[in-house]
């Protein structure tokens, strides 16, 4: 099997960054010169964009709760810079505000926001459908509460905001 083929076999399940591509056909026998020029051409033909990725990757990680540090240093173990990562967070902000000014989608890109709602989800507090939440006093579901926020990767004075909000029962 040729290098070409076999790259394009490898990116065709789901995306993949340089660095993936690079790795998987060094494992199959293929060395670093070859990889590097196949992954140029795959550059160069549109079918690998590590911008892309690292956008789509943040939407996934905020989708699942988790603050843009995680998701930078998710994106940095499958070889993605800070600088592209930074990139696709600020491309993929403005789409976002673009797409709430264009019509009432509910999408927030409010870190504080994704937080709380993560820490609602996290004490079974969320899905009601009610406006305001009573407020939370016990100091183990606070805890868990940051425990969970902090392995989500938001910093502390995301989570101090929010155990406010939870000890006070606001919305905000």
């Known amino acids: 099997m040729d290098i070409h083929e076999t790259a394009l076999r490898y990116i065709t399940h789901r995306m993949r960054t340089k660095d993936e ?81 264009e019509g009432p989608q509910r999408v927030s890109a409010d870190e504080k926001q994704r937080a709380y709602i993560q820490a609602l989800k996290c004490l079974g507090i969320l899905g009601g459908g009610e406006s305001g939440t009573a407020p939370v006093t016990e100091e183990k579901l606070l805890a868990k509460a940051s425990r969970r926020l902090a392995s989500l990767g938001y910093g502390s004075d995301v989570i101090y905001s929010v155990i406010g909000r939870l000890k006070s029962g606001t919305e905000e």
Do not use: H, M, P
Not at 34 to 58: F, H, M, P, S, T
């Open 21 to 101: 591509i690079r790795k998987n056909l060094i494992g199959k026998g293929f060395t670093a010169e070859e990889a590097d020029e196949e992954i140029e051409k795959l550059v160069e033909i549109g079918c690998v964009n590590d911008k892309a990725y690292a956008k789509a990757y943040i939407e996934y990680a905020f989708e699942k709760g988790k603050a843009f540090v995680r998701a930078r240093q998710e994106l940095k173990t499958r070889g993605i810079d800070s600088e592209t990562a930074d990139e696709a967070y600020e491309e993929w902000q403005a789409e976002k505000e673009e797409q709430e000014e």
